[in-house]
C-alpha cells in the first residue's frame, strides 16, 4: 500500500506541531516535545531534511511528510 503524504507545520514559536492525517482525517494539534519523544525524533533530525515519515497518534499509519517551519 503507498503511504500518504501530509503537511506538517511545526511551530517554533508556540513549540507545537499541527496536520491532517491522510488516512483517519484527524487533525493533529500536540506539544511539539510529546510529538518528538513519541516519534523518537528530535530536532536536529529536520535540520537538513524537508520530508521524512511520521506515525498518526490516532490510526498509527505511516504518513509520508513534508515539514513546514513557522
Known amino acids: 500500500m503507498q503511504r ?6 511545526i511551530s517554533e514559536e508556540n513549540k507545537d506541531i499541527e496536520f ?5 482525517e484527524a487533525d493533529v494539534s500536540q ?23 511520521i506515525k498518526c497518534p490516532f490510526c498509527v499509519e ?3 511528510a513534508e515539514y513546514n517551519f513557522e
Open 4 to 9: 500518504l503524504e501530509t503537511i506538517v507545520t
Open 20 to 24: 491532517t492525517c491522510p488516512y483517519c
Open 31 to 53: 506539544d511539539l516535545k510529546d510529538f518528538l519523544e513519541e516519534q523518537g525524533l528530535s530536532l536536529e533530525d529536520f535540520s537538513d531534511r524537508e520530508y521524512g515519515s
Open 62 to 64: 505511516e504518513i509520508e
